[in-house]
């Protein structure tokens, strides 16, 4: 399958229907569990309808972690084949995450203020993820300051590989200095024990997200090749010298 | 390999900007803080550790930008490569001579900046003992983001903003190993942590570093 996709020219041909098919997907499991979501699921006991805030926020979570280990395959796929197609895919999915994971932390945050009264925690969760934050933007920053895009490609892949290693570290020692420095206070509110009524809404988002993922990821890796091209074909003429010139 | 590090070293020294402009920057640092916090020695005293260990981790991260500027830019680096030197033993000598020219100065300059805040010996040692555990960390990923960064400009702003994820552990276990020092001394959990995590970072960073070197020979 990837070896497949590896030819750009295959790929354009297999984004020509999987960019819609994505699309529409989307679009469905949106509307079904958005319907879900806030119609048919029943509001919490406790939180009321402030829990509708879940649909949104977990998968975004849960996004941002499936779009960095994408873009992780993708930077390996790159750094050890060099191919193109593997770059554009990195760069594709790494802004896609970074969005999902600003997503999660901004409706996080909404959620937190209307369930425990406050806007922000140190918590172990809640930290780690803005730290993957910060790590998608200086991954992004890497695109940006080189023009020429082989070392870029390079680096970025580097980056990308080196931030994996590094993020269960991160993860293990921030939920660690939590748990030193506060009790427990805000852990747990919906992830593990979920009601069927709430897992089916939770899952059709999920589903959504992803096809949005898939939609918008073929979609930049397809614009990415046109611009290639376009740049190809905008380079120096050939020579036009005749003998009449001389 | 120990000629190169002479070199390195050598090249460093006879370039004080880099270093120099490091700890100067931790004074700075240290003293504009003092007086945002009014001198006011109670709440100095509380935050001194942390401030004084942001401070270090600012004034090494701000030499990184241009490590391995001059070397790919004057042709040093082709040269050294086509000598038979890895790229593997050219950062490892980097790594060295960066530690060795950035922690001498900052240990110095540690006990000035802790007398400063009252802090007690105990204290100083314990900030100086997570810093020699913990440089090992912060100079390899700020040496890998060098490398990556060594044909541009103004490298400065990104080396920190490139590095600054992964202090985060370090900074964590520096700080609750400076706290536990006084109780259970030097081979407390923290520390051992602290030094697991400059390991790991040692590993991860000369090959990914190397590899990035490497680009710049392609």
Redesign the interface.
């Known amino acids: 399958m990837i070896n497949y996709l590896a030819n750009p020219q295959r790929f354009l041909r297999f984004a020509r229907f999987a960019a819609p098919l994505f699309m529409v997907l989307f679009f469905l499991f949106l509307g079904y569990g958005l319907w879900q979501a806030l119609v048919v699921s029943p509001a919490d006991t406790k939180q009321g309808n402030a829990v509708r805030i879940m649909y949104v926020h977990v998968p975004a979570a849960w996004m941002a972690m499936a779009s960095y280990l994408a873009l992780f395959i993708a930077s390996l796929v790159s750094?050890v084949w060099r191919h193109n197609l593997a770059d554009y895919g990195a760069r594709a999915f790494a802004r896609i995450g970074a969005t999902f994971t600003a997503l999660c932390l901004v409706t996080g945050s909404i959620w937190g203020h209307t369930s425990w009264g406050t806007w922000w925690q140190w918590d172990g969760r809640m930290?780690s993820v803005l730290?993957l934050f910060?790590?998608y933007?200086?991954y992004l920053?890497?695109w940006q300051?080189?023009d020429d895009r082989?070392?870029a490609a390079?680096?970025a892949a580097?980056?990308a590989?080196?931030?994996l290693?590094?993020i269960p570290?991160?993860k293990?020692?921030?939920d660690?200095?939590n748990s030193?420095h506060q009790t427990a206070t805000i852990s747990n509110v919906g992830a593990p024990g979920l009601d069927k009524s709430m897992g089916t809404p939770l899952l059709l988002m999920f589903l959504a997200y992803l096809s949005l993922f898939a939609w918008l990821s073929i979609q930049q890796v397809r614009t990415d090749i046109h611009t290639a091209k376009n740049k190809r074909v905008r380079t120096d003429k050939a020579a036009t010298i005749t003998v009449e010139d001389l | 390999m120990n000629a190169l590090l002479w070199r390195d070293l050598r090249v460093l020294f006879r370039n004080p900007q880099s270093w120099l402009m490091g700890i100067i920057f931790f004074l700075l640092f240290l003293s504009l803080f003092a007086i945002a916090l009014n001198g006011d020695s109670h709440k100095m005293r509380s935050m001194g550790p942390a401030i004084i260990w942001l401070a270090a981790i600012f004034s090494l991260l701000l030499n990184f930008g241009s490590i391995f500027q001059n070397d790919v830019n004057n042709g040093n680096f082709e040269q050294l490569h086509l000598s038979g030197l890895s790229t593997v033993s050219i950062v490892i000598s980097k790594i060295c001579a960066s530690f060795i020219t950035s922690i001498i100065p900052l240990l110095i300059a540690i006990p000035i900046a802790g007398i400063s805040y009252q802090l007690t010996s105990a204290e100083m040692a314990a900030i100086m003992l997570s810093l020699l555990i913990g440089a090992p960390a912060i100079i390899s990923y700020g040496v890998?983001a060098g490398a990556?960064?060594a044909?541009?400009k103004n490298a400065g702003f990104?080396v920190i903003?490139?590095t600054?994820?992964?202090m985060?552990?370090i900074v964590?276990?520096a700080l609750?190993g400076i706290q536990a020092y006084p109780a259970e001394g030097l081979w407390n959990l923290q520390f051992q942590?602290l030094s697991g995590?400059s390991l790991?970072a040692l590993a991860?960073?000369i090959p990914?570093a190397a590899?990035?070197l490497s680009?710049?020979l392609?």
Request: a positive charge.
């Open positions: 750094f930290t730290v910060f790590i933007l200086a920053f890497i300051f080189t082989k070392p390079r680096f580097i980056f590989m080196v931030g290693i590094n570290i991160i293990f020692s921030v660690w200095w030193l | 890998l990556m960064l044909g541009q990104l903003l490139m600054l994820p992964f985060v552990p964590i276990f609750s942590a995590i790991i991860i960073a990914a590899a990035a680009a710049y392609d």
